[in-house]
DNA sequence: CCTACCGATCGGTAGG
DNA sequence: CCTACCGATCGGTAGG
């Protein structure tokens, strides 16, 4: 133990950023969970004690905090624009799902912990991120209400339901699409789309 | 500290079973996560010390080995008779969706800690479960490739995208529908069934 | 950025 | 089913 476990996984030594702290975390966090990572493997990761990432960080959670608040700003800064255009519902439900498949595939692991590990966060920090959380809600909810009013909808429809769906959807098929790759984002984006949109049946 | 504390949320005190032991076990991980709940909580639960749960289990990630083993057997044992029917694959894929959200509905804390606990099993109970999950999957991979054989599904649909569609959807969708209860839970699954199969354009 | 260490807590065991 | 305790590990701090 000792160097040889300290340098693991890292291609040089120079002096460590936060930046580098933050991006190992990640790496970590989205391989295993955040209750599975210790100080010390984060350390092991970046080369130094685990002690020494306080200088540069104020506490693990904080660290899950920020990968969080990235994560699902990705997906904010590009959706909103979607959900205000002035298209038909649901082209703009089509492009927005599309667009999801996009950042996911250009953004997988901090997609990953910030769907499935915010859980692990709890007071203030928690309650941040679930702003966040729905705030993107908010933008499917918008646009199938759209829909809805536009007559484009099936009227009977629970809209409920419909935002669930398409959220839960997209949440959960982010870990496979990433492991297994069967095709491109953007076929598969057309894919997902196609299914809420137009429905399975022809 | 001691008697208070270890007869918090029981009603009486008589000798513990294995049976309470999980169902307590079961309610603390599906409202926490099995890596926040220790084996004190559990004991605090049913009115013993830790240490006197194991005459009773045998380790921590056996019981929840045990409980996501049940959680998805309850779904395969409703879905496999649906898969084998001789009805057209959209009606198959309307019943199947149908019948999750009503186990579901039946079996919330197993359904939590089922499909989104099972991470942190290692070893041979992983492999285990990760087998339940497979087959889980199959149900609905066999209707999604019975409909397009059937052409009742479009031609050119991405089967395996369809297939984490509907998984995905009805796996995350879950937490919320509990959490909300906004219809009955037949309504629900009307509804998700009529998004995935017919779609949201009339 | 290190060594050394804190107090707390973990799953699990021994012995009765 | 209890008390008492095990070795390990946790996030984080002190002092240099």
Redesign the interface.
């Known amino acids: 133990m000792g160097i040889g476990k300290r340098d693991a996984g890292r291609g040089f030594s120079g002096p460590v950023s936060a930046d580098a702290i933050y991006s190992a975390a990640l790496d970590l966090f989205s391989r295993h969970?955040f209750?599975?990572i210790g100080m010390r493997d984060i350390g092991d990761q970046v080369g130094i004690r685990s002690g020494s990432l306080y200088s540069h960080i104020g506490s693990k959670e904080e660290i899950l905090h920020r990968i969080v608040r990235d994560g699902i700003n990705n997906y904010l800064v590009e959706l909103r624009p979607i959900r205000d255009q002035d298209d038909p519902a649901?082209d703009r439900?089509r492009q927005a799902i599309r667009r999801h498949v996009d950042v996911m595939s250009r953004t997988p692991n901090h997609t990953s912990v910030a769907f499935h590990q915010w859980?692990?966060l709890g007071g203030d920090a928690k309650r941040d991120v679930v702003q966040l959380r729905d705030d993107y809600e908010s933008i499917f909810s918008k646009i199938?209400e759209d829909?809805v009013h536009e007559g484009?909808?099936?009227?009977l429809?629970?809209q409920?339901?419909?935002v669930?769906?398409?959220?839960?959807?997209?949440?959960?098929?982010c870990e496979?699409?990433v492991r297994?790759q069967?095709?491109s984002p953007d076929?598969?984006g057309r894919?997902?789309a196609?299914?809420?949109?137009?429905?399975?049946?022809?």
Do not use: N
């Not at 484009?152 to 009227?155: G, I, P, S, Y």
């Open positions: 969970s209750s599975a649901a439900l859980q692990f199938v829909g484009a909808f099936r009227a429809l629970d409920r339901a419909a669930i769906a398409i959220i839960g959807m997209l949440t959960f098929s496979w699409y297994e069967h095709v076929e598969f894919s997902l196609a299914i809420v949109v137009d429905g399975l049946v022809r």
